[in-house]
């Protein structure tokens, strides 16, 4: 099986704006979401450590007012967008689910 059947694109790479709106998808049969920040796209599953629940709370809305941070939308932990790693909030310390994403430049790809 090539890279090509086992990867399926997400977003275009320009549809993705640094500190803007992620997407959602599905992979292994969760939720998940990609966004832009620092210049690279990041994704991760759209589940909070703390209680399991989807982290956006408008479709697409996954970073603060400033889009520096990824918020939960349950009780407002606070994520830090490039390592998932949660430094705000009822879980602290741990972290989110990393999924793999790649940008080639035209379109973001997850694994399937």
């Given at each position: 099986?090539?890279?090509?059947?086992?990867?399926?694109?997400?977003?275009?790479?320009?549809?993705?704006?640094?500190?803007?709106?992620?997407?959602?998808?599905?992979?292994?049969?969760?939720?998940?979401?990609?966004?832009?920040?620092?210049?690279?796209?990041?994704?991760?599953?759209?589940?909070?450590p703390h209680t399991?629940?989807?982290?956006?709370?408008?479709?697409?809305?996954?970073?603060?007012?400033?889009?520096?941070?990824?918020?939960?939308?349950?009780?407002?932990?606070?994520?830090?967008?490039?390592?998932?790693?949660?430094?705000?909030?009822?879980?602290?310390?741990?972290?989110?689910?990393?999924?793999?994403?790649?940008?080639?430049?035209?379109?973001?790809?997850?694994?399937?």
């Amino acid at each position: 099986m090539s890279a090509s059947e086992r990867s399926r694109r997400i977003a275009s790479s320009s549809g993705l704006v640094d500190g803007g709106r992620g997407v959602r998808f599905v992979s292994g049969g969760g939720p998940c979401f990609a966004l832009r920040f620092g210049g690279r796209v990041v994704a991760y599953r759209n589940a909070c450590p703390h209680t399991g629940g989807e982290l956006d709370w408008n479709e697409g809305d996954f970073l603060d007012a400033d889009g520096r941070l990824i918020v939960c939308a349950t009780h407002g932990a606070l994520f830090e967008p490039d390592t998932g790693r949660c430094v705000a909030g009822p879980c602290r310390g741990a972290a989110l689910q990393a999924v793999a994403v790649r940008d080639d430049g035209e379109s973001v790809v997850a694994a399937e």
